[in-house]
């Protein structure tokens, strides 16, 4: 399918346009003004975690260059910007006193962008978990839980009227699956029941939090950020239906059904056997707070086969440098679906972007395939919203190149291109589209 170009007028006046980054992946300073360790610090230190062999010591230096970042923001034309903040920056062992050099750091990042006009998007939890309470078991461990809850609560005391929207957790699917059963994330390990009870303390967690945000009286909005890659069966035999049902659930009801319903969905539990989160009473309503927002991150769609493992080089369609197929339809049947079955109050396409290969040459980088992804996505945006999709918002992922995690600096999704030499930033052709978009109004 192709979809038309589109155009700013097409979105209603009050959409969020921004762009997105998280904490770990661009401020550096692992150390610096009294922060502790994360659990990413000490996974990078693990020899063959990191395809590079790089870690988070340096990233962006973006904890000394904000001032020149929050420039950049501004000159894109977007109106918001989404973030995180480091938990072990502001509480470094997770569970004692504040650091308030940390929190001074934020502070700062918060005015300077408002100054400029700019909504802040804030994320709570954007994986860089104190160590210190991942020696205690981190996620599989309940006490996080009331952890968390003071975290965000002193958070949201300090910051909250000034923000536009608060996140609890971003995609807890990655921090449970790939970091507690797959262990190719942090913290590493290999155990699915730890796995499951890390997904159930993470959404009951992030209940806990919105309690006792709201509890201060605070109107900000809340809500939630979700990886949902849509899952579609390889072909149409019982068998792939089956399959693709079941991994539809592990990816997308498991977190939605509790969320929105109040409840995990039956066949997922019997699937998991023992390996099923325990649920005490009373945590399945703490979950199902009502949420002002749901962020959906969307990068490509997964298909589900019984059999071999699914070729993506036969759809036909291209393939970013993460081998993900680009697939904007996916994004458009993706929202329409969340709103068909749960009724979200507002969506947000809260990241969307591709790694690609970037040739920097004479001070240009001209890439086509980043900017025609980000065009057709936006275009995938609008089209949903046209079918009466109360899509209120979309943030690129991301606002320049950074570290990906277990793939190092090597995959490079930044609409800037940031040299990890020197620290240069420099506009893509896909910012100058996305800016040139922007200024439509
Ligand atoms: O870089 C990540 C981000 O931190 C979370 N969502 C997916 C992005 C691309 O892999």
Same mark, same amino acid.
């Given at each position: ?113 408002? &100054?400029?006009?700019?909504?802040? %998007? #804030?994320? @709570?939890? +954007?994986?860089?978990?104190? =160590? *210190?309470?991942?020696?205690? /078991? ?56 730890? &796995?499951?009870?890390?997904?159930? %303390? #993470?959404? @009951?967690? +992030?209940?806990?939090?919105? =309690? *006792?945000?709201?509890?201060? /009286? ?224």
């Amino acid at each position: 399918m192709t979809y038309p170009t589109p155009s700013r007028q097409h979105f209603p006046d009050d959409f969020i346009w921004g762009v997105a980054t998280s904490s770990f992946q661009i401020e550096g300073a692992h150390l610096a003004d009294g922060k502790g360790p994360s659990v990413w610090d000490t996974f990078c230190e693990v020899k063959g975690k990191i395809a590079d062999g790089s870690n988070g010591h340096v990233a962006c230096e973006h904890y000394q260059r904000w001032p020149e970042d929050v420039q950049l923001i501004a000159d894109l034309g977007v109106n918001a910007y989404r973030f995180s903040m480091s938990w072990p920056r502001v509480q470094p062992d997770g569970q004692g006193a504040w650091n308030e050099a940390g929190f001074a750091f934020y502070d700062r990042l918060i005015d300077a962008l408002s &100054a400029r006009g700019i909504a802040l %998007h #804030l994320t @709570l939890n +954007h994986w860089d978990l104190p =160590q *210190a309470l991942q020696d205690q /078991g981190g996620w599989a461990n309940r006490e996080t839980c009331a952890h968390f809850t003071r975290y965000a609560t002193e958070v949201a005391r300090r910051f909250g009227s000034r923000l536009a929207s608060i996140c609890t957790h971003n995609e807890p699917w990655v921090i449970a699956i790939l970091g507690y059963e797959q262990g190719i994330f942090a913290p590493g390990i290999q155990s699915r029941s730890q &796995a499951m009870q890390a997904v159930h %303390h #993470l959404l @009951l967690s +992030h209940g806990m939090a919105c =309690q *006792a945000m709201r509890g201060l /009286g605070l109107t900000t909005p809340m809500g939630i950020v979700l990886n949902l890659s849509p899952i579609y069966p390889a072909s149409q035999s019982p068998e792939d239906l089956a399959k693709a049902k079941l991994d539809d659930g592990l990816i997308l009801r498991l977190y939605m059904d509790a969320l929105y319903r109040g409840s995990y969905p039956q066949d997922v539990i019997s699937h998991l056997a023992e390996d099923a989160p325990q649920v005490k009473s009373g945590d399945m309503a703490t979950i199902a707070q009502p949420l002002d927002f749901l962020g959906v991150n969307y990068y490509t769609r997964n298909f589900s086969s019984s059999g071999n493992p699914w070729d993506v080089a036969s759809t036909g369609n291209q393939v970013t440098d993460m081998g993900w197929e680009v697939y904007p339809q996916g994004l458009t049947e993706l929202l329409c679906r969340l709103h068909q079955d749960y009724q979200p109050k507002l969506l947000l396409v809260t990241e969307n972007g591709a790694a690609f290969k970037d040739e920097y040459k004479d001070g240009v980088i001209n890439d086509t395939q980043r900017l025609d992804y980000v065009r057709d996505h936006i275009a995938a945006t609008h089209a949903a919203h046209q079918q009466g999709v109360p899509v209120g918002g979309y943030f690129a992922w991301s606002l320049m190149d950074n570290f990906e995690w277990a793939s190092g600096y090597a995959k490079r999704f930044g609409l800037v291109h940031v040299n990890f030499e020197t620290q240069q930033r420099t506009l893509k052709n896909s910012a100058l589209w996305y800016q040139q978009f922007l200024s439509e109004k």
